[in-house]
Nanobody
Framework: QVQLVESGGGLVQAGGSLRLSCVAS???????????RAWYRQAPGKQRELVAQ???????NYADSVKGRFTISKGNTENTVYLQMNSLKPEDTAVYYC?????????????WGQGTQVTVSS
């Protein structure tokens, strides 16, 4: 199993910035099996959507709505991933979830954090 703990959410005015952090823990075997990390978000009444993803090789992928404003990165250890959010808009308001994808013997598993609330006021 992989446990994910997010932090860094909060209330910010439009145009402001926040940085979310996600720390992974668990068995060394599972941590070494992580192939990608990602941030998702879910606004009230909407489906959960991918915000940004980073693979083990460092390849990143962003939702069109956040390109140029958000940056996903890894910390000094592979266990930590960040989401730097700049130029925040009210429509960025959502619960943000950290995600980790592992691959073991060809099978993929997905793990989720508990979520952190981000609220952007206009």
């Amino acid at each position: 199993q992989v446990q994910l703990v997010e932090s860094g959410g909060g209330l910010v005015q439009a145009g402001g910035s926040l940085r979310l952090s996600c720390v992974a823990s668990g068995s060394i075997f599972r941590l070494n099996a992580m192939v990608a990390r990602a941030w998702y978000r879910q606004a009230p009444g909407k489906q959960r959507e991918l915000v940004a993803q980073i693979t083990n090789s460092g390849t990143t992928n962003y939702a069109d709505s956040v390109k140029g404003r958000f940056t996903i990165s890894k910390g000094n250890t592979e266990n930590t991933v960040y989401l730097q959010m700049n130029s925040l808009k009210p429509e960025d308001t959502a619960v943000y979830y950290c995600n980790a994808q592992t691959r073991v013997a060809g099978a993929y598993n997905y793990y989720w954090g508990q979520g952190t609330q981000v609220t952007v006021s206009s």
